[in-house]
């Protein structure tokens, strides 16, 4: 039976996490339109010139106008803002500006299952393995191999993304190749429901993904041992030993479920970075995603793109975090509501 | 530099090693290297692939091979010599414009015989259904020009259309005629069924041009486009033959996919790259074709890198001070530090590239020689035809390049010549102007303030303008003044700093031309004084300098009294211009934009050079269509 407790706590944490949607889109709709070095019609106009062709001034001035209208971008800041919200709860973000007059919703749509395969497999995999590897190094910290391990991890942690993800790309697509150089497909296939297709895809993810677990391995393990080997030296742990209880049971029961909270929490706030695609592997692998999406929508002031992006991390994150924060009492008993 | 040819030793062997056994195999199904061209896409990824309407105000990449092998439109102007040697090139239209005596009314003559993709013939109501459904749509791109000219337009028969304009305007035509883009024709017959042509995604898109789109990537970096079966039903195929490549290949890649790309011979055509990477990948590629054979390689595109001064800004507006500025710089340095010495300098406000060089560049010099300013009442020469010879010496012993010894090879690759470094001179004219200096040895205002600048550049998007900017600052340094450089994004700096005049100095471009025409009204037309914007206010066209002059005027409204092809009154009035912008100097001209294209003669030849100048092969120009006829597979 759930206690009217619970259900009041669960109410008001639901409560907060719109509030929370509610400000930071407000933001993130009012920052733009604050920036003086960003205008959609300014960047329209001048895409529109850089085609190197003559325009008279006077088409300019008219397309201006035109712009304005059609970019519903008439009528002051207050007047934009309410019409926003009325779009957001139809479900509408808007044309995007940059590539008008297509839908917002079109081109997020296009991008992020890309996106969220490829980040989600490699984030929980990186936070699983650099776990597990952190927690046993933590365990035997002063025995050589751990040692060995952790150096390599260490070594490998600084190294700039940029240059982690082309040293792969050369040494496993150019000077071995063994895997494609580049896509999320062949190029010459469209995507298609099979195992070949399926297949491909895997080939494809296999470097950009490698290159993300590489350097996402190091931040989870290096957690990890610091959290191990600081719990290594709790009174619990050490009467535990004295105990003489089984070593696994020490370790997975005592150790890890205690070092895995901050680590849980961690995960989700992860997860909901995801949406925000990751650009320098998307360059590099010429993988499609989220991330060259939001770039170009700030480089071309796409005010409705730049708030589609940016709401959907806005949600994820703020809804990844209301579900650890209601699932935590089942991860640790210490913690009731 | 030493490391990046390390890196391209080292992958060399490796690459031709895989290279030999994947050269016969398919590159993808039903396509075999052999009969497939690689071309780079410069603008990389499509946000929207789905949408090839080149109409609407958001359409994406153009340069997918859209502009360059689906669409064709009435006339071309090639910025080199051309296919068959005239720059001019009738395309859609069977012969140039005919206009009436007072400009009002433009008659074109269509071609016959040239058929769209899905076996529709092409005729006037095309041309005539585009007009009306732009003007229509002042949102849609060229709409408002439409708008603004055509009275009303018709056709006399199926191949002959008639615009009355609402005014007289003898550059009507340019609309249509692409200089690295221009206002493509619309399919009447798959339009007038569109609900809503701005929203219509034109998906598969019907061709004019020789390639139909075979497929294309849902994610966007690639567009696979086939020849036409029908190809001689083209303009391209039925002036010029069949184009080479079955297949054709535009991809969007990271500028290090693209040297490796081509190290394998997987990728034909690289749009630019950086000087370093370029001349790297020139020196280990045995296959790699460059517009010139040796230094400089690089193609100079009808654009004029700048210093841009606003002539409204204090102190700016003083034509001593613009002449001091120019007098500090050692423009050796700016071409040493920007492009590794392969700059084609230009002392004059148009490019030097194409046929510039024989109606401006060549005939200016007795008069650029002869021409002095007044320094505390001494007679001053400042022109110095000497630098681009010292330019290529310097390439030569600071990097070791192989430079042209021959002196007409120096004039056209490395420029004709450019202003003295002469700082003394500089300096005697600041002080004319009642400018100082400080103990530290800084100038200072007249009204005893530290004379600060900043110079405005781009800056991720294109390291040579950075780099070029960089050296500038470092110069006026040197002579005392204290300027730095401010970085902006690309995709800003013209909206935000330039068109609206928010800026005192910057490093930039703001003259683009025809190239393969004289006539420079195409971006001068904007500059006359009825169209002058002041700073705060965005300004018409490309007068981003704010200048202006009654003699200027009278120079633009001459030029567009006068018939587009009197090339004789047309370069007089140009060299006109250009000797009013010496004396002036509202904007300091540097060198033209050079574009590192390089193409691979591993799988196919006849790529434009400087010795072959059919074409731009700078592969994002609607241009570049002309190249595919010339295009011949090497057998491999």
């Known amino acids: 039976m759930v206690s009217g407790k619970v259900v009041g706590y669960v109410i008001g944490r639901i409560f907060q996490c719109l509030v929370v949607i509610f400000i930071s889109t407000t933001v993130v709709f009012i920052i733009p339109r604050m920036a003086t070095d960003m205008s959609p019609i300014e960047s329209a106009i001048s895409r529109a010139m850089a085609q190197g062709q003559y325009t008279d001034p006077r088409a300019v001035e008219q397309l201006r106008n035109t712009l304005e209208v059609a970019y519903g971008l008439e009528g002051t800041v207050f007047d934009q803002y309410i019409k926003f919200w009325g779009n957001i709860l139809r479900g509408d973000l808007g044309p995007s500006f940059s590539s008008f007059p297509t839908p917002v919703m079109d081109l997020i749509r296009n991008s992020l299952p890309w996106t969220v395969g490829l980040l989600l497999v490699t984030t929980v995999l990186s936070w699983v393995i650099g776990n597990i590897l952190g927690g046993i190094v933590g365990c035997n910290r002063n025995k050589r191999w751990a040692k060995g391990l952790e150096v390599t991890i260490n070594a490998l942690r600084p190294i700039p993304y940029y240059i982690m993800a082309l040293l792969l790309l050369i040494v496993f697509s150019y000077i071995l190749p063994l895997f494609p150089s580049g896509g999320a497909y062949p190029i010459g296939t469209v995507p298609r429901r099979d195992w070949s297709f399926f297949a491909d895809v895997l080939k494809h993810a296999f470097l950009p993904g490698l290159s993300l677990l590489l350097v996402g391995i190091g931040g989870w393990f290096q957690g990890m041992r610091t959290l191990v080997s600081h719990i290594m030296g709790e009174d619990y742990v050490v009467y535990a030993k004295l105990a003489n209880l089984n070593k696994k049971d020490v370790f997975s029961n005592y150790i890890m479920r205690n070092a895995m909270l901050p680590q849980i929490t961690g995960l989700a706030l992860q997860l909901g970075m995801i949406f925000s695609g990751t650009l320098i592997t998307e360059i590099v692998f010429n993988y499609p995603g989220l991330g060259l999406l939001s770039y170009n929508a700030i480089l071309r002031s796409d005010y409705n793109l730049i708030m589609g992006v940016t709401i959907l991390s806005i949600v994820a994150v703020s809804f990844g975090t209301l579900i650890i924060d209601l699932i935590y009492p089942l991860l640790d008993p210490r913690i009731a509501y | ?636």
């Open chain 2, 1 to 636: 530099m030493k490391k990046v040819s390390c890196f391209l030793a080292i992958l060399t062997v490796g690459l031709l090693i895989g290279t030999a056994a994947l050269a016969q195999e398919e590159y993808m199904p039903g396509v075999s290297r052999n009969e497939l061209i690689i071309i780079e896409n410069p603008d990389g990824r499509a946000t929207d692939p789905d949408n090839f309407n080149i109409w609407a105000p958001g359409s994406p990449s153009w340069s997918r091979g859209l502009q360059q092998i689906s669409m064709d439109t009435l006339w071309y102007i090639d910025p080199d010599e051309g296919i068959e040697g005239d720059p001019w090139l009738n395309s859609l239209a069977e012969e140039p414009p005919i206009y009436n005596e007072d400009y009002t009314e433009m008659t074109v003559k269509l071609r016959q015989g040239i058929y769209w993709s899905d076996g529709v013939e092409f005729t006037a109501d095309d041309v005539i259904f585009t007009v009306e459904t732009l003007r229509a749509h002042p949102e849609m791109n060229w709409g408002p020009q439409f708008e603004i000219y055509v009275d009303e337009v018709y056709k006399t028969d199926d191949y002959t259309v008639v615009f009355k304009l609402k005014e007289p305007n003898s550059r009507m035509h340019s609309t249509f005629t692409v200089r690295w883009s221009g206002c493509y024709i619309m399919p009447k017959h798959v339009f007038e069924n569109a609900e809503d042509p701005v929203s219509f995604k034109f998906n598969p898109p019907i061709s004019l041009g020789p390639y139909v789109s075979e497929s294309y990537d849902p994610a966007g970096y690639w567009n696979l486009w086939k020849r036409r079966d029908d190809w001689e039903r083209t303009t391209l195929g039925k002036l010029y033959g069949e184009p080479g490549p079955k297949y054709v290949l535009y991809v969007g890649l990271s500028q290090e996919r693209r040297i490796l790309d081509q190290m394998k011979h997987e990728l034909d055509i690289i749009h630019d790259l950086s000087p370093e990477a370029a001349i790297s990948l020139i020196e280990k590629n045995p296959y790699a074709i460059t517009w010139f054979e040796q230094f400089p390689w690089a193609h100079p595109d009808p654009t004029l890198i700048a210093i841009l001064l606003n002539n409204e800004k204090y102190p700016y507006n003083i034509p001593e001070v613009r002449w001091a500025l120019t007098l500090s710089l050692d423009v050796t340095e700016i071409a040493l530090a920007s492009y590794n010495g392969a700059a084609t300098l230009s002392s004059i406000a148009v490019p030097p590239t194409g046929n510039h060089l024989t109606w401006y560049f060549e005939p200016l010099q007795s008069w650029l020689k002869d021409f002095s300013i007044n320094v505390g009442g001494e007679e001053f020469h400042p022109y110095d035809d000497t630098i681009p010879f010292q330019l290529a010496e310097r390439a030569k012993n600071q990097f070791g390049y192989d430079v042209p010894t021959d002196e007409d090879k120096i004039k056209q690759s490395l420029g004709y010549g450019w202003w003295k470094y002469a700082p003394d001179v500089a300096a005697k004219l600041l002080e004319s102007q009642g400018f100082t200096k400080d103990s530290s040895g800084r100038w200072l205002l007249p009204n005893g303030e530290l004379w600060q600048i900043r110079i405005i550049c781009e800056a991720e998007g294109r390291p040579i303008m950075t780099r070029g900017a960089t050296k500038i600052a470092e110069q006026w340094k040197k002579f005392g003044i204290d300027a730095e450089i401010q970085g902006v994004s690309t995709a800003i700096l013209w909206p935000n700093y330039l068109t609206p005049g928010n800026y005192d100095v910057a490093y930039a471009w703001n003259i683009e031309t025809w190239g393969g025409h004289p006539d420079l009204s195409f971006f001068l037309r904007t500059w006359h004084s009825n169209f002058y914007r002041k700073s705060g206010d965005a300004s018409a066209g490309s007068n981003y300098i704010r200048y202006q002059s009654e003699e200027l005027d009278k120079i633009i409204e001459n030029l567009l009294k006068i018939d587009f092809f009197d090339y004789e009154k047309t370069i007089a009035l140009g060299q006109d211009f250009l000797k009013l912008m010496v004396e002036d100097m509202p904007e300091i001209p540097v060198m033209s934009y050079n574009v590192f294209t390089i193409c691979d003669e591993y799988y196919w030849t006849g790529y434009p050079t400087s010795d072959n100048p059919y074409t731009n092969p700078v592969p994002n120009w609607a241009n570049s269509k002309y190249m595919f006829p010339k295009l011949k597979p090497t057998g491999k």
